[in-house]
């Protein structure tokens, strides 16, 4: 590459913000060097490429009640509950979900969610081949209870299952994970971390997110990279994914069964996003 003929000071202010211009300038310089040996050397590494997120889906729940037009309400059984409709609403500028002990047919609690099948779902290849979605929520505390926000094919079947947050009760780990089907013999596979944070979940809101691109899933807590998968074959899977923010009771590790008396138990979650990266343009003279 020609020499740099910006001097070393204002190459350091502009670079932040003008590395695309400045390559330009580079590039365009006169080539002092053009009589030397040739250069050898491998190629500098470059910074990723400048851009920005843009909204492609969000909800602030900041409404007085549930935006059906994004979301569907669950009002299903799974697990050790049942998902009522009662149980999830919007208050302050919180999606709430009460998880308590209440006996509902064959269930002995119940709690909530919503997930947005058919209303909001997204894949990279939809969006400039890369993607991020993230919830900023509180999430409870206490043996038993397992507050998830996931995501699933919208086309139906499962796996593959992407996990941005997944908690148990009994301890302060946040669970990140990605389910997929073995691509030999087709048999449920998963790869999973659990990173432990030095503040406690059930005290604040934190920032939940993955970022998915054909290469790989980048999970983010409060912004800071905690675990990265890259396997483009079993990402593969992938097809549009919908969106699951609920609260269940049991998981594993010794979770299952709760304690009532942590009951009833609430998860805020204070917003949604779904966004794309939109890398900026090559500047041009
Ligand atoms: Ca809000």
């Not at 053009?34 to 590494?45: F, G, R």
């Not at 991020?132 to 299952?161: C, D, H, M, S, Y």
């Not at 290469?215 to 899977?237: C, F, H, N, Y």
Request: charged residues 20%; aromatic residues 14%; glycine residues 8%.
């Amino acid at each position: 590459m020609p020499k740099l003929l910006v001097p070393i000071n204002l190459a350091a202010t502009l670079l932040p913000i003008a590395l695309l211009t400045l390559t330009t300038i580079c590039v365009a310089a006169p080539d002092t060097t053009a009589q030397a040996a040739p250069d050898t050397k491998t190629a500098e590494p470059q910074p990723a490429p400048a851009g920005t997120w843009e909204t492609i889906f969000e909800d602030d729940f900041n409404g007085a009640t549930i935006d059906t037009k994004k979301w569907n309400i669950s009002a299903y059984g799974r697990d050790n509950a049942q998902f009522v409709p009662a149980n999830i609403w919007q208050a302050d500028g919180n999606l709430v979900i009460k998880t308590q002990k209440e006996t509902f047919e064959k269930y002995n609690y119940t709690s909530g969610g919503i997930e947005s099948k058919g209303k909001m779902f997204v894949h990279p290849d939809n969006y400039g081949g890369k993607v991020r979605f993230e919830v900023r929520a509180k999430l409870p505390k206490g043996k038993g209870i397992w507050p998830a926000f996931w995501t699933l094919q919208n086309e139906g079947g499962w796996p593959p299952e992407i996990d941005i947050y997944e908690t148990l009760g009994i301890n302060s780990r946040i669970y990140m994970t990605y389910h997929w089907k073995d691509v030999d013999d087709g048999k449920h596979k998963q790869n999973g971390n659990a990173w432990t944070p030095d503040w406690d979940y059930s005290q604040d809101f934190h920032n939940y997110a993955v970022v998915w691109t054909k290469d790989s899933l980048q999970w983010e807590v409060d912004g800071t990279v905690r675990k990265t998968l890259t396997d483009p074959a079993i990402l593969a899977q992938l097809k549009d994914q919908y969106f699951i923010i609920y609260t269940q009771l049991g998981g594993w590790d010794g979770n299952w069964p709760g304690d009532d008396a942590v009951l009833p138990a609430y998860t805020y979650v204070d917003w949604f996003r779904a966004s794309k990266w939109v890398p900026t343009p090559p500047a041009t003279k």
